[in-house]
Every structure is written in structure tokens, then in C-alpha cells.
């Protein structure tokens, strides 16, 4: 391993979503100069509400943001799991003192351009952060000492080093890797709902999840509580494209009618959805090629049903910037060991998600099991199933 001076390093940031801040962030708390080119004309985030379980805090401690993202966050006493079809509580899991005792931190939502703008405004504070709008990456050459990426504007940003942070259809990844991405026919629509519009029976503070034959809605408070998160998947009966769209109500609601009533209502608050069809890649066993690397969803995109897609970016960030660290700032070296303890980590949520789905889903038989096995479980059961996932910690994060 040679060890490099953090003097004059340099990297060039492809995304400038949550990962591609966070990633900024952790490097140039380092010492390093970054560039972020974003294809948007904008920095910023699109979306409604994600999760932020106790690893993602732990994380965003690390960035020195996690009081900021508090601000922001609603924060839940309990996780809760409905049948759909008969309305009965499976189970609910609590996220109260005792969960927090345990795992070092809370479990909260958020709207995802709340947790961007939590990270933006320190990136934003650092003099060693460039950014570069409207920039589409077109080709990426590297030799043994610098890495050079061409964008649709006729400009060439050389570094030392490339990270795609560039989402689920990475143009770092393609031109990295080239592999498929797996279409898993589950469409998301996503809506935000202002809390007069939400039915007063479903104004609770925790993400619900009702659990159908096939689909799933779940309902969680954000911003204080002046509006509810509202997500609804269900298995599309039409071939699907990876992709997002303006979405019908009508579709919608041909796909919910095993449901109950009281989840039902949920159908009727939104005045527009989101379509989301997703997709997530078989985790493969690198992701780095000398001097780029990936991170976040162009490293190990998921489905929504562990609620980690956010978190474990995060998480790669900061492994990422103590990888340099523990590598002398030798950034080939340091994407080495950032792969090597990330991606067997990264690849169990991504298999953990895929079967999650399975189980949220159950129809006939298989749902009266799913629903005895989850009846009656203690916290503490919850709390030793969920310590790999929430137990994460930036001290350790390299040999986790």
C-alpha cells in the first residue's frame, strides 16, 4: 500500500442525490477536493417520504448532520403491520426508549428532500465542494495515476479518482460494469397527502404497512405531522419497463379490491400519484475497477421493503471515507477495502428486501402462516432479528 498525501487529492462525485452529498460530505471532511456533476439543472431531491432506522443516524452522526436531520424528522414509537384483507394487527414492534436504548439511536421519517437538504447545507459550507449542473456523463477513461470524465457539455473534469452516485441507472455503472438490471414487476405509486385529507382513523404516528394478497399500502406522518407519506405496490398483471410516470387512480384501484374498507380509504386521499416501476440488480462481487468505484443505488440498488435504499448510501459514504483513512489516503487501495466490507453487507439487504416483499405480499395459505408467525412476537425478538441491520456503527464500520 502507498501512502498518499490528502494534499491536492482530488474526486469527481457523478450524482448529487442523498449518496453523492453524503459521499462529498464524508471526503471533504477528509481534506479532499471534490467536484459533483449532476445531470439536473438543479441540486436536489424529487420523492415523498423515506425511513431513517437507527444505522442511518448512526451514519449521518458520523457526517456531523444527524442534529440537523433530527430537526426535521418525525419520530415514531412503533412499527405496525395490518392485514389487509380482514383489517386485524399482526403485529406492532416498538421503537420506543427501550428500542433506542439499545441500538444507540431512534427509528424516525422523513421527506426525502428534508434528509437532502440536512447533508446539502454543510456540503455546501465547505470550500473544497464544486458543483456542476446540467452535467450528463458521456465517457470515463482512467490510467494509472488519473481518472478524466467527459460530460454532454464538452468539458473534461480529471481527478484522482470517480464516484458514480448516480442512482439506479448509473451511466458510471453501465460504463463500469454493463450488467442487467432485474425489472421485478412490483409497481410503487407514491403520493403525499395533506393531514386534513387523511382519514382520521389512519392518522398515526408510525409507519403502518397493510399487508394484501399481492400488494401493500403503508401510511407514515411527515413534516411535523402536517402531512402523511403515502405508498401503494402491487405486482403489475402488464410487462413492466424500469421507469417512472404520472400515475391513474384507476389503476390503482383495479389492483386493491381484496382489500378491507378501512384500508381502502387510503385509495381516495391522494389527488396525484407517482408510478415508480422497480427494479434492483443482482449484487455482484466488485464494484470497483482501479480508480472508480460506485456507491448507493449505482452500487446496490434495492427494492422498498426493508426501507434502507437511503440509509445504507449513507452508510457507504462514511465506510468510504474511513477506508481512505485506514489506507493512508491511497484511493485505489482505500476502493478495495470499501468494496470488500461493503458489499457482502449491502448484497444480505438486498436478497433480505426481495424475500421482505414476498412476505408483505402473502396471499392464501402462506398469508394465515406469515400472520401466526408474526402474532405474539416479543420486542425483543424484533430487536435480535433486526441487530445486523440496525446495529451498524461508523467505529466499526470496517470490520462489520
Not at 130 to 139: A, G
Request: charged letters at 20%; glycine letters at 10%; hydrophobic letters at 40%.
Amino acid at each position: 500500500m502507498t501512502t498518499q498525501s490528502k494534499e491536492n487529492l482530488s474526486v469527481v462525485i457523478v450524482g448529487g442525490g442523498i449518496g453523492g452529498m453524503a459521499a462529498a460530505l464524508a471526503l471533504a471532511r477528509l481534506g479532499i477536493r471534490i467536484k459533483v456533476l449532476e445531470q439536473s439543472d438543479v441540486i436536489g431531491e424529487i420523492g415523498a417520504g423515506i425511513q431513517l432506522a437507527p444505522n442511518a443516524f448512526a451514519a449521518l452522526d458520523a457526517l456531523g448532520v444527524g442534529e440537523t436531520a433530527r430537526k426535521r424528522a418525525v419520530f415514531t414509537e412503533k412499527l405496525v403491520m395490518m392485514d389487509a384483507v380482514d383489517g386485524s394487527e399482526v403485529g406492532t414492534f416498538p421503537v420506543d426508549e427501550r428500542f433506542r436504548a439499545r441500538f444507540g439511536n431512534p427509528y424516525a421519517v422523513i421527506h426525502r428532500a428534508d434528509i437532502h437538504t440536512s447533508i446539502l447545507e454543510a456540503v455546501q459550507q465547505s470550500p473544497l465542494i464544486e458543483f456542476f449542473t446540467s452535467s450528463r456523463v458521456l465517457d470515463i477513461v482512467q490510467d494509472g495515476s488519473q481518472v478524466t470524465v467527459t460530460d454532454n457539455q464538452g468539458r473534461q473534469h480529471t481527478a484522482d479518482a470517480v464516484i458514480g452516485c448516480d442512482g439506479v441507472k448509473s451511466v458510471v455503472r453501465e460504463k463500469l460494469i454493463g450488467d442487467q438490471a432485474r425489472v421485478s414487476g412490483h409497481v410503487v405509486y407514491r403520493a403525499v397527502v395533506p393531514l386534513a385529507d387523511m382519514p382520521e382513523d389512519l392518522r398515526i404516528n408510525a409507519p403502518v404497512v397493510w399487508a394484501g394478497p399481492n400488494c401493500h399500502l403503508v401510511h407514515y406522518p411527515m413534516r411535523g405531522g402536517t402531512q402523511y407519506n403515502l405508498v401503494v405496490t402491487f405486482h403489475s398483471r402488464d410487462q413492466e419497463t424500469w421507469g417512472v410516470r404520472d400515475g391513474s387512480k384507476a389503476e390503482v384501484l383495479s389492483y386493491f379490491t381484496g382489500i378491507g374498507d378501512r384500508p381502502r380509504q387510503l385509495l381516495e386521499a391522494p389527488t396525484s400519484w407517482k408510478r415508480w416501476s422497480t427494479a434492483d440488480r443482482a449484487p455482484i462481487d466488485s464494484w470497483s475497477r482501479g480508480r472508480v468505484t460506485l456507491l448507493g443505488d449505482a452500487a446496490h440498488p434495492m427494492l422498498q421493503y426493508l426501507a434502507q435504499g437511503a440509509c445504507m448510501a449513507i452508510e457507504d459514504a462514511v465506510t468510504l471515507g474511513e477506508a481512505i483513512k485506514q489506507s493512508g489516503f491511497d484511493l485505489v487501495a482505500a476502493f478495495k477495502l470499501y468494496e470488500e466490507v461493503r458489499i457482502p453487507r449491502t448484497a444480505r439487504v438486498v436478497l433480505s428486501a426481495r424475500e421482505m416483499g414476498r412476505i408483505y405480499h402473502a396471499k392464501g395459505v402462506e398469508r394465515l402462516v406469515r400472520n401466526s408467525l408474526w402474532k405474539g412476537r416479543s420486542a425483543d425478538g424484533f430487536y435480535d432479528a433486526l441487530t445486523w441491520l440496525y446495529g451498524w456503527r461508523a467505529e466499526t464500520c470496517l470490520t462489520q
